[in-house]
C-alpha cells in the first residue's frame, strides 16, 4: 500500500490500532531505561506515545500524514508532557535516514515491505542504534496466512525471524541477538492465535 491508500484507511475510522502499545514491544521495553527512541512507520503512535509516558524521547516516522497527525493529537491530550517529548516526521522509511548512532531504541513494529526494501530499512534502522543500542522488529510471521490469524496475506512482505536474522547480518553493524522466536497472539474473536515473527537485537558497535 502505497501512503495515500494508509492515509484513506487512517481516515476512514478512528482508531486503526489500539490506543495500548503493542503487548511485545511492552514486554520488551519495559525494562529498558528511558533514552532516545526512532519509531519506524509508527503509523498512530501508540508505541511512542507509551514510551513517551515513560520519559523516552521518541522520533516517530510514518509516511502517513493522517497517521500522524491523529497521533499528535492523541499525545496532545495528556497533561502529562508527553507530547513535547514526540517528534512527528513525515517520511518515507525507504528514504528516511536518521541520525546514525543517535537511538537507543529503534522500534520496526508491523512494517511489511518487500524482501529487497526491508533489508534497506534494516539496515538504516541499525545505522541509527547507539552502542548498546536495542532493536526490535515485529511482524506477521510468514506462517501466519496458512496457520495464524489476520493480517496481510501476501506471504511476498512477511518474514520469519531468521529473515530478519539474515538481514541484519549484512547491515555493517555488529548486533547480538538476543531473541528471534515466533511469538502468538490471542485475537478476540478468533479461534486461533495470530503468528508474530520477533527479533530483539542490541548493537555492539561498528564491524
Ligand atoms: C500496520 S501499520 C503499523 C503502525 C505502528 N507501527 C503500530 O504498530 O501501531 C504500518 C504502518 O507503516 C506505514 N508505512 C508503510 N510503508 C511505509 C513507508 N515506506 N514509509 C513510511 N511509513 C510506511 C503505514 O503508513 C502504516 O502506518
Do not use: C
Not at 18 to 41: F, K, M, T
Not at 159 to 184: M, N
Amino acid at each position: 500500500m502505497d501512503s495515500s491508500e494508509w492515509d484513506a484507511r487512517y481516515a476512514s475510522t478512528d482508531l486503526i490500532w489500539s490506543a495500548q502499545p503493542n503487548r511485545w514491544v511492552e514486554a520488551e521495553v519495559a525494562d529498558l531505561p528511558p533514552g532516545q527512541v526512532l519509531d519506524l512507520a509508527a503509523g498512530e503512535g501508540r508505541n511512542s506515545i507509551w514510551l513517551a509516558a515513560l520519559g523516552w524521547r521518541a522520533t516517530a516516522v510514518d509516511f502517513s500524514s493522517i497517521a500522524l497527525e491523529k497521533g499528535r493529537s492523541i499525545a496532545a491530550k495528556q497533561a502529562d508532557g508527553r507530547a513535547e517529548r514526540i517528534t512527528w516526521h513525515q517520511a518515507d522509511v525507504l528514504e528516511y535516514r536518521a541520525e546514525p548512532g543517535g537511538y537507543d531504541l529503534v522500534l520496526l513494529v508491523y512494517l511489511h515491505l518487500p524482501p529487497a526494501e526491508r533489508h534497506l530499512v534494516l539496515r538504516h534502522a541499525a545505522d541509527a542504534l547507539a552502542a548498546g543500542g536495542v532493536l526490535l522488529v515485529l511482524g506477521h510471521d510468514t506462517t501466519n496466512v496458512a496457520d495464524g490469524t489476520g493480517g496481510p496475506q501476501d506471504t511476498s512482505v512477511l518474514f520469519t525471524p531468521s529473515d530478519i536474522v539474515a538481514d541484519l547480518a549484512t547491515s555493517g553493524v555488529t548486533l547480538r541477538i538476543e531473541k528471534a522466536e515466533r511469538v502468538l497472539r490471542d485475537v478476540e474473536g478468533a479461534d486461533r492465535p495470530a503468528i508474530d515473527a520477533l527479533v530483539r537485537a542490541t548493537a555492539l558497535g561498528e564491524s
